[in-house]
T-cell receptor, first 112, second 113 residues
Framework: SQELEQSPQSLIVQEGKNLTINCTSS?????LYWYKQKYGEGLIFLMM?????EEKSHEKITAKLDEKKQQSSLHITASQPSHAGIYLC????????????FGGGTRLMVKP | SQTIHQWPATLVQPVGSPLSLECTVE??????LYWYRQAAGRGLQLLFY??????ISSEVPQNLSASRPQDRQFILSSKKLLLSDSSFYLC????????????FGSGTRLTVV
């Protein structure tokens, strides 16, 4: 079964609007990673969260990890067309090989 | 600095033909290496991972296989491609100690016709 659930699956917003993407785990997250992907390209690392209550920001993107370390949110302020793409969260499975389990992704479109 | 190279970027192959996708990492040693598959711009499915030369673990039974002939080289192969193998394949590496996430290659778009 899917260990990470992302919502929404897709999102269309008007340029300038704020938006939030959620990533929920059924298990405690040891490390939560956010990536962005443009269609047909590799994944670009955005941010990593490890501590309960942690919050990180980069330009207009803010990611948070809740105190229980089972849910993370990615918030984009004043969205721009350059923010369009697929956003994926990945969780550290803390096992041999240090594998990451990924959510199903959120496809974001920003209408100019 | 570390870099990861994946090729080819796109590939069109007939059903039943063999496959070989290559991934190499530079600037680090003894990395963990991974092959993922992504269908229709959705989530990633882990296919294989390797913690060392010749050490391959398979996550999902496939028509595919992987090999690691050198420390920083990871190869995804198939003897006979199926239509269902059409997908976007991504290679990635991470530090052995973990906790740093992955760095991904640019991906290979495989279309089996």
């Amino acid at each position: 079964s899917q260990e990470l659930e992302q919502s929404p699956q897709s999102l269309i917003v008007q340029e300038g609007k704020n938006l939030t993407i959620n990533c929920t785990s059924s298990k405690t997250l040891y490390g939560l990673y956010w990536y962005k992907q443009k269609y047909g390209e590799g994944l670009i690392f955005l941010m990593m969260l490890q501590k309960g209550g942690e919050e990180k920001s980069h330009e207009k993107i803010t990611a948070k990890l809740d105190e229980k370390k089972q849910q993370s949110s990615l918030h984009i302020t004043a969205s721009q067309p350059s923010h369009a793409g697929i956003y994926l969260c990945g969780a550290d499975r803390r096992n041999a090989g240090n594998m990451l389990t990924f959510g199903g992704g959120t496809r974001l479109m920003v209408k100019p | 600095s570390q870099t990861i190279h994946q090729w080819p970027a796109t590939l069109v192959q007939p059903v039943g033909s063999p496959l070989s996708l290559e991934c190499t990492v530079e600037g680090t040693s003894n990395p963990n290496l991974y092959w993922y598959r992504q269908a229709a711009g959705r989530g990633l499915q882990l296919l294989f991972y390797s913690v060392g030369i010749g050490q391959i673990s398979s996550e999902v039974p496939q028509n595919l296989s992987a090999s690691r002939p050198q420390d920083r080289q990871f190869i995804l192969s198939s003897k006979k491609l199926l239509l269902s193998d059409s997908s976007f394949y991504l290679c990635a590496w991470s530090k052995v100690t973990g906790g740093y996430g992955y760095t991904f290659g640019s991906g290979t778009r495989l279309t089996v016709v």
